[in-house]
């Protein structure tokens, strides 16, 4: 005789609203690679990745109490960001010229493999808070887990130089 089944709610699904909304954002991504292109799904992505980083950057300056960010507060902001989001940045190196992350963790876990236009998140926060308290950058985004290595490396230069004109990148300058 065989026992009846447990009731939906006590069941194994693996559901939950991190992995639906991580999910979600997977197969958007990838459809708009799949339809527009790379290019333009990154561009789409980098609209709404310009939005959040405008929304964050008031808010990290409202709780620093600051009119703008120097580069300390701006790197030490663009890791916590990530970190609540359950991101693994950390700050490599940083001088006036530039600001070098690493990441051990995506926030958008396994989901982010195979969709590179997904990293435009990372590219406009990044980039506009840069150039919103610092007046330029350029984010280059050297590894990432969305094409397969181990980690990221994202390199922010903070004025242009002979290094950031090399670099292939995204630019950012100040509204």
Do not use: W
Request: aromatic share 6%; charged share 20%; proline share 4%.
């Amino acid at each position: 005789m065989t026992s009846a089944p447990l009731p939906l709610a006590q069941q194994a699904i693996p559901l939950e609203r991190d992995v639906f909304l991580r999910s979600m954002l997977r197969e958007l991504a990838g459809t708009l690679q799949d339809v527009v292109g790379l290019d333009e799904a990154s561009g789409f992505i980098s609209v709404v990745g310009q939005r959040i980083g405008d929304e964050l950057n008031v808010a990290y300056r409202e709780a620093l109490r600051v009119p703008t960010m120097n580069r300390e507060q701006v790197a030490d902001a663009l890791v916590d960001l990530k970190q609540r989001i359950q991101g693994g940045f950390r700050i490599v190196e940083q001088d006036d010229t530039k600001i070098v992350f690493a990441n051990t963790v995506c926030p958008f876990a396994e989901k982010v493999v195979g969709r590179p236009a997904l990293c435009m998140m990372t590219s406009n926060v990044f980039g506009s808070i840069a150039a919103e308290n610092l007046g330029y950058a350029k984010v280059v985004l050297e590894e990432t887990i969305a094409e397969g290595h181990d980690g990221c490396r994202v390199v922010v230069h903070l004025q242009p130089c002979a290094a950031s004109t090399a670099a292939s990148g995204r630019e950012y300058f100040k509204a």
